[in-house]
């Protein structure tokens, strides 16, 4: 029981560097002045708990994002004024809903990646993101939240998504760390925790 409940704490310290592997968007680099179509991965639940809400602020140079509608989730907005008129952006959204822990989903949204100077190196946009969980919640922020880098090239070996090291990922310390991202990536979490 003291063996469970250390490895739980554990687990948990654990969860945002394995996260910040999973749950990231599908297509996170963007060319200045182009529509981006992409997804927000959610990968799993929290330790086994059904996600029942995923919420996303929007960074201040985006001020068009249309987050796609989805079936059985509920689709809320925050608005912000831009300071130019009486126009307004999206601030935050969130899909509140219903995830099954051992389902992948894919939350859509077109965005329109701002003109933004890019000569002088590529710019991240962070769009820190809660996920929450029916008994939990994991919170990305910082560096660890999903993001869009704009960039002057896309290479084709960044056309695509990969959750490999070499993108960059935060390492995490320790082995058990990194024993638990090997075993959230490979669903092995759950089985730790339960037995
Ligand atoms: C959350 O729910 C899962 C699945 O029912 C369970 O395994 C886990 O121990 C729960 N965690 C907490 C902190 O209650
Ligand atoms: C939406 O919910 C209904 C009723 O629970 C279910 O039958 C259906 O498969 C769900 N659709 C999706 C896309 O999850
Ligand atoms: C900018 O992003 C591209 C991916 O499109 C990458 O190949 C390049 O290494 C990045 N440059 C820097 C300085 O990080």
């Not at 509920?74 to 300071?83: A, D, M, Q, S, V």
Request: hydrophobic content about 40%; some cysteine; charged content about 15%.
């Amino acid at each position: 029981m003291m063996m469970k409940s250390t490895l739980f704490a554990l687990a948990a310290l654990a969860l945002q560097g394995a996260y910040a592997h999973t749950s990231g968007f599908t297509n996170e680099f963007a060319l200045p002045g182009t529509t981006l179509t992409t997804a927000l991965a959610i990968r799993h639940g929290c330790i086994g708990s059904p996600t029942i809400e995923v919420s996303v602020i929007v960074p201040e140079e985006i001020t068009t994002i249309k987050p796609v509608e989805l079936q059985n989730w509920t689709l809320n907005f925050e608005y912000r004024n831009t300071g130019q008129g009486n126009n307004q952006a999206i601030s935050s959204f969130r899909w509140t809903g219903y995830l099954n822990p051992g389902t992948a989903q894919d939350f859509g949204m077109v965005i329109d990646i701002p003109n933004l100077d890019v000569s002088q190196g590529n710019v991240t946009l962070y769009f820190p993101t809660v996920q929450r969980c029916s008994n939990a919640t994991i919170e990305l922020t910082g560096e660890e939240a999903p993001h869009i880098t704009v960039t002057q090239k896309i290479s084709d070996e960044y056309d695509h998504h990969h959750d490999g090291d070499e993108s960059g990922a935060p390492k995490m310390a320790g082995s058990f760390a990194n024993m638990m991202a090997a075993s959230m990536l490979g669903g092995a979490g759950y089985y730790l925790l339960n037995n």
